[in-house]
């Protein structure tokens, strides 16, 4: 299929390119029907809605929310709520997509969904949130559902909105569903490790590329772009395995430290200040230094589209870690690939919150509470049969890691949607017998 004939997301959007080859190649690579051509490259339903909220200062603001699901071959859809200015039905379908590769790469039962309220969270008081939390559930009651669509937290929402949004639904629905929403807080049956999740996902395949390159985690060196949720807990667990952490980043400014940062320091600052603006502990340096500090891996942590061909050309390391969604944009891609640094894709890389999130559900459906020590174990093992899966992809076909990634994706999808049809189901609600 020629990009340009593409209908999945509209020609003034670029983010669905970062994935639209990979997409391609990979439905080659296993001769995937057209009929799966059709169904991976366009959203199973997108829904729009308003959210009135009334503010402190007596006035009425109207917010646009979101949810796209992109597919449901695999099981009821998964994916987060994102709060950010910066949002828009294009993006959450390449969003919701990447979702769903990430899903099949790690064997989940689920399918790729996201959503999100076009807002800046920053300038709302804690009381406004709620109130744009709890409409925004109100408005998608009919959408989700502990088996069709299953929300989590995302970039600018955490347990909190997690809660409010849960008690809404049930309260609007009259269920007492625990599952219908991940990422909450444990007291109301999230799960152990789920906030640090994708943190710790980060680090096992760092270590698992650094198994195969010869690298020893202990004396080895970082940098991480992003020092959020993600970013910080990715800096804690690859801290504990011995790895330096020599610069880090979030919006406000990017510092580094010869010797390594004391992550511990750079948290408490930020729990502090809020952004990591004049820490005292490290050299601040300009944001595009960061990627040409010498290490033995960059991860990028932060946003989709931050590594642009001029950052990629400054990159020195041995590897690239994505730990954000799509923060490659795809000339950057190939130019790491001319330099011959391992890129470590997104959908691998990133999938610790999805396992996670997996648990949290399984046991609110078995009424059980794991251990986090269990979590751990179950979420590890994931993660590296999916790297196993990825690196023999990669080497049976030749290609990249992302390419290997996205051929054992939709191997997954294209056997679970044969066998679907099979039995007279199609993905998207549709059954179909002959009577």
């Known amino acids: ?32 029907s057209d009929e799966l051509r059709d169904i991976l490259t366009r959203p199973v339903k997108k829904v729009h809605v308003t959210v009135p909220v009334a503010l402190n200062n007596g006035s009425i603001r109207v917010y646009e929310g979101y949810r796209v699901i992109h597919s449901n071959i695999l099981g009821p859809s998964i994916g987060g709520i994102r709060y950010d200015a910066d949002i828009d039905e294009d993006k959450l379908e390449a969003l919701a997509a990447w979702m769903t590769f990430k899903t099949a790469l790690a064997d989940l039962p689920f399918g790729g969904a996201k959503g999100g309220i076009k807002c800046n969270p920053g300038s709302l008081k804690d ?86 390159l010869g690298i020893e985690p202990e004396g080895a060196t970082a940098v991480i ?30 510092y580094y430290h010869e010797d390594g940062i004391d992550i511990d320091n750079a948290l408490e600052h930020v729990r502090q200040h809020e952004t990591l603006s004049g820490f005292p502990g490290a050299q601040e340096i300009d944001h595009s230094e960061l990627f040409r500090i010498p290490v033995d891996v960059v991860i990028p942590a932060a946003r989709e589209s931050t ?8 990159i020195s390391a ?17 130019i790491l690939g001319e330099k011959e640094i391992v890129v470590v894709p997104d959908i691998l890389a990133g999938a610790g919150g999805a396992i996670v999130s997996y648990y949290e559900w399984v046991q609110n459906r078995l009424g059980k509470r794991w ?28 290609v990249s890691l992302r390419k290997g990634a996205y051929i054992a994706a939709v191997k997954k999808l294209d056997v679970s949607y044969r066998l679907n049809k099979s039995f007279g189901y199609l993905p998207g609600g549709i059954v179909r017998y002959c009577v």
């Open 1 to 32: 299929m020629n990009r340009k004939e593409n209908t999945y997301v509209s020609t003034d959007s670029k983010l669905f390119d970062v994935i639209a080859d990979s997409i391609e190649e990979s439905l080659t690579a296993i001769k995937a």
């Open 127 to 212: 009381n406004e949130k709620e109130q744009l939390s709890r409409g925004y559930a109100a408005a998608m009651s009919q959408v989700f559902g502990v088996e069709t669509d299953i929300p989590s937290p995302e970039m600018g929402t955490g347990e909190r909105e997690m809660a409010w949004i849960l008690d809404e639904y049930n309260k609007i629905t009259g269920n007492s569903a625990l599952g219908v929403i991940t990422g909450k807080p444990v007291i109301l049956g999230g799960s152990r490790g789920r906030k640090s999740a994708t943190g710790r996902g980060v680090m096992i395949t760092v270590l698992e590329v650094f198994k195969r």
């Open 225 to 254: 772009q992003g020092f959020g949720n993600v970013g910080k807990h990715t800096a804690l667990w690859l801290r504990d395995q011995g790895v330096r952490i020599l610069g880090i980043s979030d919006l406000s400014a990017a």
């Open 307 to 314: 590594v642009t061909e001029t950052i990629a050309r400054d």
């Open 318 to 334: 041995k590897v690239v870690v994505e730990a954000a969604n799509g923060p490659l944009v795809p000339g950057a891609d190939a």
């Open 371 to 398: 251990l986090e020590e269990e979590i751990h174990y179950r979420h590890d093992e994931k993660i590296r049969s999916a790297f196993e899966k990825v690196w023999q992809n990669s080497e049976k076909y030749q």
